[in-house]
């Protein structure tokens, strides 16, 4: 028993939705963003202590230097923006 579960295993939602038996409740009302994409590069350079996280016209950008790669997403509104216009801005 607890009063806060925290699952972090994404969209397979194993804890939540497997062990739990929680079901999907859509924020989409408030959260436009709904879609994104997501690449690993080669890290070059020192590892950064931080994440970087830019604005972009339907949603955002991530970069988190890793270990020994370099993480990078696009998280956007599908609804302003197509998959292949948010590839092209994310790679």
């Not at 970069?63 to 292949?84: K, V």
């Amino acid at each position: 028993n607890a009063e806060l579960f925290i699952d972090c295993s994404g969209f397979r939602s194993l804890l939540l939705g497997e062990a739990l038996g929680v079901g999907y409740q859509s924020w989409q009302q408030w959260l436009l963003c709904d879609a994104a994409q997501a690449v690993q590069t080669v890290r070059t350079g020192p590892i950064l202590p931080y994440t970087r996280s830019i604005a972009m016209d339907a949603g955002w950008q991530w970069r988190i230097p890793l270990q020994h790669r370099m993480g990078n997403g696009h998280i956007y509104a599908s609804a302003f923006c197509s998959d292949e216009s948010a590839r092209q801005t994310l790679l």
